[in-house]
């Protein structure tokens, strides 16, 4: 079992900027791709970002492309999550998330296995 914890979610009004931060651990040699998604009230759960563990392969849903970096430090078995200009539409709970097996799509909900608790991250207009 693959082991997440969020950090980093906030307030922060509209145009600003926020780093969330996930920490594996655990069976991390078993990770193929970590990724963000995030979860508003009344609504399901969206893929946001995801990196490839041991390339440098990304993806980004386009709500966030050009406003979203996911990057990672694997010696530290973290991944990073900077969002900026930050609109009221990105709150959410974002949920830090790991593939644990070769799958062909990075931006497919199902396809994460291991979950971390989610962080809160609320944006004002």
């Known amino acids: 079992q693959v082991q997440l914890v969020e950090s980093g979610g906030g307030l922060v009004q509209a145009g600003g900027s926020l780093r969330l931060s996930c920490l594996a651990s655990g069976r991390t040699f078993t990770i193929y791709a970590m990724g963000w998604l995030r979860q508003a009230p009344g609504k399901e759960r969206e893929f946001v970002a995801a990196?490839?563990?041991?390339?440098?392969?990304?993806n980004y849903a386009d709500s966030v492309k050009g406003r979203f970096t996911i990057s990672k430090d694997n010696a530290r078995n973290t991944v990073y999550l900077q969002m900026n200009s930050l609109k009221p539409e990105d709150t959410a709970v974002y949920y830090c998330a790991a593939i644990t097996n070769w799958v062909e799509h990075y931006t497919d909900p199902g396809n994460y296995k291991n979950w971390g608790q989610g962080t809160q991250v609320t944006v004002s207009s």
């Open positions: 990196a490839s563990w041991s390339g440098g392969k990304t």
